[in-house]
């Protein structure tokens, strides 16, 4: 019997349709466009305006996107799972909701959080239960309304992030394409450098939580940008090592879309060229969980059957890895 690897045989995904720019950014804090641009490479941000809509929406309508393109029928979904770090409430699962309001009506949802590298840890979640042969089609939604917990007052956080949402089909591949190797991390040392204080089990909401503004992300910069520099780039280079590959064997760099100087730092330790990297951060800026699956949305035309990608992220916790997947199907 032939092994049985996890393949991504379909992607989709999702923005809304307001941009926030850099120049309207100007208008609300002490901030410009050069600054923003030479620090991050971020030039606009998506932003899901209406504030009866969360991060279900997005991943909804990036789903749907999926199983339109794919003539995929949703009943045939055995799993799926919601990488996100702004779920829509406490307590009730959004992956159970979205499963239910896509039509996924035989599968189990279940939750999947891990800051910035949500996705990145669904993909090897997804993998093992496809490999298992037990599931044959696994759904992987990657979505964040970033702006619901953004204070936009704050400078250091409102101009890195936006509102997206992406998702991504795995099934049975006996043809050697798929996912083929991760190297996945987490050092709680980073607990203290980007979080949010209050709302959960240590500090719940209070009048006080909410007048002091610690509902919000808080990001230590430098501390952040230190760690995440040196650890993708560290982890990309030891998944092409155990896997003999050089920067020749690798089509495709798909990076957490975190900031640009950390996407060129990484791509340089791996020895790849620019045409080599997936890079969307200047329309999205960082949509945490939604940054990997939007970047194979937009680069999906250009991705060949046998293409070697690696996927590298970095997020809060702190969380990190790579994983080394073979692309199973041609442009459609």
């Known amino acids: 019997m032939s092994k049985i690897s996890a393949a991504i045989t379909a992607v989709g995904g999702y923005v809304p349709d307001y941009v926030l720019t850099n120049q309207i950014l100007e208008t609300m804090v002490d901030t410009n466009d050069e600054w923003i641009t030479t620090r ?52 009730a699962a959004t992956g159970v909701y979205v499963a239910t309001e896509i039509g996924a009506v035989n ?13 990145l840890f669904g ?15 696994v759904l992987l939604l990657g979505a964040d309304k970033m702006s619901s917990i953004i204070d936009y ?7 890195i992030f936006g509102d997206g949402g992406g998702a991504v ?92 100087r950390i996407i060129d730092a990484t791509a340089k330790r791996m020895n790849l060229p620019q045409e080599k990297v997936m890079k969307n951060i200047h329309k999205y800026g960082n ?5 990997l699956p939007l970047c194979l949305v937009d680069y999906e035309q250009q991705l060949k059957k046998g293409d070697n990608l690696v996927f590298a992220s970095f997020g809060g ?3 990190w890895g790579a994983v080394y997947v073979t692309w199973a199907y041609d442009p459609k």
């Open 40 to 91: 991050t490479g971020i030039k606009e941000r998506r932003i899901l305006k209406d504030q009866d809509k969360g991060t279900s929406y997005l991943a909804i309508q990036a789903a749907k996107d999926l199983l339109a393109k794919s003539n995929t029928n949703p009943e045939d979904i055995d799993m799926v799972i919601m990488a996100t770090a702004t779920p829509d409430m406490p307590v």
């Open 107 to 119: 599968a189990f949802s279940f939750d999947l959080v891990a800051a910035c590298s949500s996705f």
């Open 123 to 137: 993909m090897s979640t997804a993998a093992k239960y496809i490999e298992s042969g037990r599931y044959k089609k």
């Open 153 to 159: 007052e704050d400078r250091a956080t409102c101009i």
């Open 169 to 260: 089909l795995f099934e049975p591949n006996t043809e050697g394409y798929g996912v083929q190797d991760e190297y996945l991390r987490t050092d709680g040392i980073g607990r203290q450098s980007l979080k949010i204080d209050a709302g959960g089990s240590l500090m719940p909401a209070t009048a006080e939580t909410v007048a002091n503004k610690q509902h919000y992300v808080f990001q230590d910069g430098k501390t952040v940008f230190k760690f995440a520099v040196s650890n993708m780039a560290d982890v990309s280079e030891k998944i092409m090592a155990r896997n003999d590959l050089s920067g020749d064997d690798v089509n495709w760099l798909v990076p957490h879309q975190a900031n640009m």
């Open 287 to 291: 949509t945490t969980s939604a940054t």
């Open 317 to 319: 916790g702190f969380t």
